[in-house]
């Protein structure tokens, strides 16, 4: 009799414990499952950028159509994040660049201009909800249009497309939105990346643009091979949602 009292009373002990410890246990999963949520869209989401790509070329080619060793570019691009993982994060990168550059050449105005597309992986690290730190690398198709204007009133020119690449790393920091990850209000961040970006040479022989109303003297003219390629970086204002 009294090892079934005293069964029963630890058993009734070990009930009010279990109630006693319930609130306990649901505010630690509810705070599991925030925390598992916290990043959310800083994490998952779908963003476009508006900023400006630099890269510094050497190539003694490059001095035809530029008074300084860099080439500036408007940059555009959109990108996916599509899986997460705790802290990492993988995007689908697009994006596209465009600039002019020019220069005298022997008393004559030569201008290039130069229009890059990229398609390219983005791995994403958080060390905060609000920084992450980013890595891409991706082919990237490039159409470079050489021309140069004489005094005969007559173009020479050379256009071509050229594949390369661009391997890039950088940081992206919040500056604006909602710290819960669950809000879908849109959030703007600050990115900046530095890296190499290379483009296959291109044969730099000018050719009368209209052949047929050229002067018959109107020879090509030939610069060399132009490769761009060089250390870059890019600096955007962006805005992601989803």
């Known amino acids: 009799m009294m090892n079934a009292e005293r069964f029963r009373a630890r058993l009734g002990c070990a009930l009010c ?14 705070t599991d499952a925030e925390d598992a949520a916290g990043l959310g869209n800083h994490q998952k989401n779908i963003r476009v950028d508006l900023g400006f790509r630099t890269q ?33 994060s993988l995007a689908g990168v697009a994006g596209f660049d465009y600039g002019k550059t020019s220069a005298t050449l022997r008393s004559d105005d030569a201008r290039l201009g130069v229009a890059r597309f990229v398609l390219a992986p983005e791995a994403r ?41 661009d391997a890039t790393a950088g940081v992206a920091v919040e500056l604006a939105g909602y710290a819960s990850g669950r809000s879908d209000k849109p959030r703007l961040w600050l990115t900046a990346e530095g890296g190499y970006g290379w483009t296959a040479p291109m044969r730099l022989v000018l050719k009368p643009s209209e052949a047929d109303a050229a002067p018959q003297r109107l020879a090509p003219l030939a610069l060399g091979d132009l490769s761009l390629g060089g250390p870059l970086f890019r600096i955007t204002a962006a805005l992601s949602f989803w």
């Open 17 to 30: 414990g279990a109630v006693m410890l319930l609130p306990s246990y649901a505010a630690a999963a509810d």
């Open 56 to 88: 510094f070329v050497k190539d003694a080619d490059f001095d035809a159509f530029s008074e300084r060793d860099a080439l500036h570019q408007v940059s555009v691009g959109a990108s996916w994040a599509f899986w997460a993982s705790g802290k990492l």
């Open 125 to 165: 690290y958080h060390l905060l909800r609000v920084l992450a730190v980013t890595a891409k690398l991706g082919p990237t198709l490039t159409r470079e249009a050489a021309t140069v204007s004489g005094g005969l009133d007559t173009e020479l020119s050379r256009k071509a497309w050229r594949f390369g690449f």
